[in-house]
């Protein structure tokens, strides 16, 4: 299966992680934004990233990809089959794609996307104002609600939190860090999670394209 997109994309990097967890082999295919890539087009009618091809196959949308991956490989399940359970991962899932890369998307495109890769300013008022505004209470919905387990569904990882920390790990590309003295649940789950292989794995890659692009 091929998936095209760039894994700095937080919804990209959900689809790479989920697929990882679940030791589904994806063939990583990089495009960018606007990319004008045939087959890419062909499988994302919006140009938008990721887009998944499996033969004679294609789907396009990160939330439409996981979800025909679990179909496809159910071991180990990442989005439970409980009513609860179910419901309360898919609202992370939207949460973290709605409302967290409302946000984040903001500061990480001005601050960036638009000067790294567009070569032109980006607006960092936009950034800054969302950050000053719309993040805080986001972070605090995340502090609060996060359980002991560690989890943000049950007692063991999920789709919930691969959606939610996915967006989060973009933080370390602005220099923006959660603060374990004020939020140290929310800084635990999220530095956690990014060590667990198939985050980490991908986060090294990033690191290293971006400085190679900053040198
Ligand atoms: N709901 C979509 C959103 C995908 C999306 O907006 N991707 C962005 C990158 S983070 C993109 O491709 N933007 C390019 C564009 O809008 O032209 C998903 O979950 O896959």
């Known amino acids: 299966m091929i998936l095209y997109g760039s894994s700095l994309s937080p919804f ?30 062909a499988a994302s009618p919006f140009g938008k990233m990721p887009a998944l091809v499996d033969g004679d196959f294609c789907l396009a949308d990160s939330s439409a990809i996981v979800h025909y991956l679990e179909a496809l490989q159910p071991d180990p399940p990442l989005i439970p089959a409980g009513a609860r359970e ?10 973290a794609d709605t409302m967290l890369m409302g946000c984040l998307a903001k500061m990480f495109f001005n601050r960036v ?15 800054d104002t969302a950050e000053r505004i719309e993040w805080p209470p ?49 800084a635990a789950f999220k530095e956690r999670t990014l060590a667990r292989p198939s985050f980490a794995a991908l986060i090294a890659r990033e690191k290293a394209a971006l400085e190679r692009l900053a040198a």
């Open 138 to 186: 986001m972070l605090a919905y995340l502090e609060r609600t996060l359980p002991e387990s560690g989890y943000l569904v049950g007692g063991s990882m999920t789709l919930a939190d691969i959606a939610v920390v996915s967006p989060l790990a973009n933080l370390g590309y602005m220099g923006v860090s959660i603060d374990p003295a004020t939020h140290p649940r929310t």
């Open 86 to 95: 179910r419901g309360r991962t898919i609202w992370f899932e939207e949460f």
């Open 12 to 41: 990209v990097r959900k689809v790479l992680v989920f697929a990882a967890e679940k030791g589904i082999a994806l063939e990583a295919k990089p495009v960018g934004i606007g990319d004008a890539n045939p087959e890419f087009r």
């Open 113 to 127: 996307v638009a000067p790294v890769f567009l070569k032109r300013e980006g607006d960092l008022s936009v950034a």
